[in-house]
């Protein structure tokens, strides 16, 4: 009982202390992602069988979720990558440069598929 209650106090400690440390790798996010990361794995280890599988499914799900979070503000939204650069060109000039004659495929417009998340 003694191995048992030192062994959550640190737990507890170190927990307290990741938290720090996850605030300060804000700064950072590869850093973040990389610690957050190791500890779901080391966490998945000690899973069974049965719960492993649970978190599987469990984790598949947000991720997908929050990658349709994110594409809701990404795609062909103000915060695109490709629309921030290319500015604030209109149709005009776009159809200005955009390729003409037999065979020329229009530009797209529009959303478009969005790809699936990669697997993890």
């Known amino acids: 009982m003694r191995d048992l209650t030192k062994s959550v106090m640190s737990y507890s400690w170190s927990m307290s202390l990741f938290g720090i440390q996850q605030m ?22 000690e899973f069974g069988d049965a719960l492993k599988a649970t978190f599987t499914v469990g984790d598949n799900l947000q991720r997908r979720l929050v990658d349709l979070s994110f594409s809701v503000f990404t795609v062909g939204g103000a915060l695109n990558p490709n629309n921030m650069t290319r ?17 020329a495929q229009p530009e797209s417009t529009g959303w478009g598929p969005v790809p699936p998340p990669p697997d993890i």
């Open 24 to 45: 300060v790798n804000l700064l950072r996010p590869s850093q973040a992602t990389k610690a957050f990361d190791n500890v779901t794995q080391a966490t998945e280890a």
């Open 87 to 103: 500015g604030t060109s209109t149709t005009s000039s776009t159809q200005a440069t955009s390729p003409s004659g037999p065979g």
